[in-house]
């Protein structure tokens, strides 16, 4: 029987929550694909602070580090802002295992299904069907760009600075990503940067030009100005399949497509390095707001499992069956608050999962 080593950090607010019901579809797959989890639990953010005074602690970074897929929850809370030294806040415990890790390319579908289509802010006929992932570099670019900082000014005032900065081989390594992806998928990707205005923007399209017809000109490749691309996002959403781009423009980009498509309770992430571990988690939050209250929204958390088993585990037949059994559960009418709408029926967080172990089973 394959073996798998799956290191789980729930973290923070929800987090705990929302992975009880991942660790029930885990068992399913279990039983189902004929593999075996082998699972450690660790903790990560404000949780592993109260405990060891680190949001990361070497310990739970080195089996993070020896497992093959790592699956989060979500990390901070108001108990923890402005209340603990910046570099121990929780989300600091995030960021040091992407670091680590050097988790540079962030997956991000956009999928719209049918079910939510009248929860989007677009008309139905745009969203409906709708699936497009962003391929966001990680790990460089303006948020880690060096020199950086607030300056006093000789003659008074101040500056900010940060800098846009990539390198060729930044830039060759996530556009292979993407191209790979597109591979799998419908074979086009589109390339977002601001070559008008930035040379980085500039060497972004020549890099992407010349890997692409050195090796991937049997996908269909377009350069899009990331301004246009926000324009095209919420006019025609659905001409897109694989969009590739950078640190600040995938963080704009991907949560403007977020919000296409229903709410932050449905939106699952992958990072991916090179060749180590995965790190796979919703894109939301924390939601102390509604934390312990059986009200949080599963299905991110259980997509990024999916998500999991497609990316890191080999295992796309699972996945498959996974995503559809989320499909099917929006079908039958069960909808956590942040997607309730009229004629549906609401249910909590572990009523959903009640609803997914149903659907998978049948
Ligand atoms: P959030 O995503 O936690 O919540 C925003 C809103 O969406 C809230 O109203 C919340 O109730 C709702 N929401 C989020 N996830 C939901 C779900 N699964 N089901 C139903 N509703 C859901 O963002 P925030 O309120 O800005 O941040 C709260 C904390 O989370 C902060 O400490 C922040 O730093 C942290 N945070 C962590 C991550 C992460 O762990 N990757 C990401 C974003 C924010």
Request: hydrophobic share 40%.
């Amino acid at each position: 029987m394959t073996s798998h080593k799956i290191t789980i950090l729930p973290g923070d607010g929800i987090g705990p929550e929302i992975m009880r019901e991942v660790r029930r579809v885990m068992n399913w797959v279990e039983y189902a694909f004929d593999v075996s989890f082998n699972v450690t639990e660790g903790l990560i953010g404000g949780c592993s602070y109260e405990e060891h005074g680190e949001p990361l602690t070497d310990n739970t970074l080195s089996i993070a580090r020896a497992s093959d897929a790592i699956l989060m929850g979500a990390v901070g809370g108001p108990q923890w802002d402005g209340k603990v030294e910046y570099a121990k806040r929780p989300e600091a415990g995030l960021l040091r295992l992407r670091k680590e890790l050097d988790l540079f390319a962030n997956l991000r579908p956009a999928m719209c299904f049918d079910a939510l289509a009248d929860a989007s802010s677009l008309k139905h006929e745009l969203v409906a069907g709708l699936d497009i992932l962003f391929v966001r570099e990680l790990a460089g670019g303006v948020y880690f760009g060096e020199p950086r900082g607030i300056e006093d000014l000789p003659g008074g005032g101040r500056v900010g600075i940060n800098t846009q900065r990539y390198t060729d081989v930044e830039i060759i390594r996530i556009s292979r990503v993407a191209f790979d992806m597109a591979r799998k998928r419908s074979g086009r990707v589109h390339s977002a940067e601001k070559s008008n205005v930035m040379e980085s923007g500039l060497l972004w399209r020549e890099e992407v030009t010349k890997l692409h017809a050195a090796e991937y000109s049997d996908v269909a490749l377009e350069h899009i100005l990331a301004d246009n691309c926000v324009m095209q996002l919420v006019k025609a959403p659905k001409q897109f399949d694989v969009i590739l781009t950078d640190n600040l423009f995938g963080d704009l980009l991907s949560d403007a497509a977020a919000m296409l498509t229903g709410s932050l309770g449905m939106l699952p992430s992958a990072s991916l390095g090179n060749g180590g571990p995965g790190l796979y988690e919703p894109v939301h939050g924390s939601a102390p707001d509604i934390a312990g209250q059986n009200l949080a929204n599963p299905i991110a958390a259980v997509l990024s499992f999916a998500m999991a088993l497609r990316y890191s585990l080999d295992m796309g037949d699972a996945a498959d069956q996974v995503e559809a059994a989320i499909a099917k559960t929006l079908e039958t009418g069960a909808r956590t608050p942040d997607i309730w709408s009229e004629g549906t029926r609401r249910v909590g967080t572990h009523e959903m999962g009640d609803a997914i172990m149903t659907a998978l089973k049948s």
